[in-house]
């Protein structure tokens, strides 16, 4: 007797729901992956923020002054800003080559591909959390007005990780499959950088302003680093992030369906 | 649930994006290793390697693949582990599955030995409450001593496929899919692990087998399937 074949739509939403429920091995592998790298490090994951504060603490009063900002008001935005960023450019970075990457798990046995995305991500929330420790301690100097709206921080990274989830399914089939693409990631990542206000503000560009505005990684950035440097994130910027990820799940969804079979044959 | 794999109609072809040669245009090579080369609608090189199997494995089946290098072997096991999924046709496997065509897939080397065992047996997908349990008798049966709390990047080879075999080895299954007969260790470990391997085996309702040890097959295997450039030549019972 033979039931019904699942459809690729049911196989893309059990591959989704059994990776995310899979959580004790992405936390796992995510760990591991960290523990990894700095196994005989005494500090071990402490030097990126070591390398990330280096970072800000040269750069912040330097680009304060070369913009004529107020140093006291630029170094945090700027502290926030650099951090938000790296988590960003890490995320898309290791997505791109997150299913590349597990290719040993993918070709021998049955898994949901959906962890080796959440592996990803969970490995760069845990380098994130470590840079914090650069937040607190631009805070102790420059202290965050108390408030409602700090309430957005973890729901706004909450929301990058959800949307880190789309992305990392979605780039990481289309760069399995067009070996070219993770190469031209990383190249649009790195202008990324320049183009996307992080080091600068949004508002330096008086009348161009829109030029930020519909850059969506601005929106992402702005939505961690507005709650935390007082007035919080304007509804744009919440609105772009909710339309991205509504258009991001459904177009994930639709590609995952047509080609999650395929990825194995493809890495 | 009755344990089966049971496969209709099943072709795995594989992609080569690199391999456009103006030589293979509109042609069928037949080498004398390897599946079928040929073209996908996209004009893309594909190797076929299934083509159009089908066939029942039910309890109590052994089964030896043989066939020559590249006859699709391998790519068989792996189908039915459920890595690749075939391009048409359909597949079902009832039952629990121990893969065992990399036994050290998910190892780090610069972990303990002890922390190895929960690596890998999550991977082979135990939690950690049902690996708990098996490590006393993985330390003990791997006979690694104190070197279990040691990082892995200072055993030797014969100890590192120890552990590996040790836990791969360590909780039963429905189908057990085996490349190649294992054996590791010394004479003596040796014969340790054939018996542990036997026991294993002897547990699961069915043993899928590649090998190119036709002995070995008829001593192991009531069913015998030939392949051939991917196509099924023989399942016969022996």
């Known amino acids: ?267 | 649930m009755m344990t089966s794999v049971v496969a209709t109609n099943i072709s795995v072809e594989f992609p080569i994006y690199g391999g456009k040669s103006r030589s293979l245009k509109n042609t069928f090579i037949r080498a004398a290793t390897g599946g079928l080369l040929a073209r996908d609608a996209a004009d893309h090189v594909v190797i076929r390697a299934l083509n159009d199997l089908s066939f029942e494995f039910r309890e109590g089946d052994r089964v030896g693949i043989v066939g020559h290098n590249g006859s699709g072997k391998s790519t068989l096991l792996r189908t039915i582990a459920g890595a690749y999924e075939p391009v048409s046709g359909a597949i079902d496997v009832a039952g629990k599955l121990a893969t065992m065509l990399s036994i050290s897939l998910g190892m780090d080397t610069e972990s303990t030995g002890y922390e190895n065992i929960f690596l890998r047996a999550t991977i082979m997908g135990l939690r950690t409450r049902e690996i708990e349990p098996l490590v006393d008798d993985i330390c003990a049966f791997s006979e690694l001593g104190d070197y279990i709390h040691m990082p892995m990047r200072t055993y030797s080879s014969g100890m590192s496929m120890r552990l590996a075999f040790a836990i791969s080895t360590s909780f039963p299954a429905d189908i057990v899919l085996m490349d190649e007969w294992m054996s590791v260790g010394d004479a003596e470990f040796s014969i340790k692990a054939q018996a542990r391997l036997r026991s294993m085996l002897d547990q699961a309702h069915i043993l899928v087998l590649a090998s190119h040890d036709e002995q070995l097959i008829r001593r192991n295997c009531n069913k015998i399937m030939h392949l051939d450039h991917g196509q099924l030549v023989s399942l016969d019972s022996v």
Not at chain 1, 104 to 115: A, C, D, H, W, Y
Not at chain 1, 136 to 144: D, H, R
Not at chain 1, 157 to 165: D, G, K, R
Request: with cysteine; hydrophobic share 55%.
């Open chain 1, 1 to 267: 007797m033979q039931t019904a074949r699942p459809s690729n739509l049911d196989l893309a939403l059990k591959d989704l729901k059994n990776g995310i429920s899979s959580i004790h091995v992405w936390l796992m592998l995510g760990w591991q992956e960290i523990r990894q790298r700095y196994r005989r490090s005494v500090i071990g994951p402490f030097w990126l923020t070591i390398s990330t504060g280096a970072m800000i603490a040269g750069m912040g009063p330097l680009y304060g002054r070369l913009f004529g900002q107020d140093i006291s008001a630029y170094f945090p935005y700027l502290a926030i800003s650099f951090i938000v960023w790296l988590l960003i450019a890490n995320l898309i970075n290791d997505c791109s080559n997150a299913f590349i990457a597990a290719e040993g798990f993918i070709k021998q046995i049955r898994m949901p591909l959906t962890i080796h995305i959440l592996r990803v991500i969970w490995k760069n929330l845990i380098i994130f959390a470590h840079n914090l420790a650069i937040v607190a301690l631009v805070f102790l100097f420059y202290p965050p007005e108390p408030g409602w709206h700090l309430l957005q921080f973890p729901i706004a990274l909450l929301l990058i990780a959800v949307n880190a989830l789309w992305f990392g399914i979605l780039v990481g089939l289309l760069c399995a499959r067009f070996r070219d693409i993770p190469l031209i990631i990383s190249s649009v990542v790195q202008v990324g950088f320049f183009l996307t206000p992080v080091m600068w503000k949004a508002d330096m560009l008086g009348k161009h302003i829109w030029f930020a505005k519909i850059n969506p990684l601005y929106h992402f950035i702005e939505i961690v680093r507005a709650p935390l440097i007082g007035g919080g994130p304007t509804l744009l910027s919440w609105g772009a992030v909710l339309t991205i990820t509504l258009t991001g799940y459904v177009v994930m969804i639709l590609v995952f369906s047509r080609f999650r079979a395929r990825i194995a044959y493809w890495v």
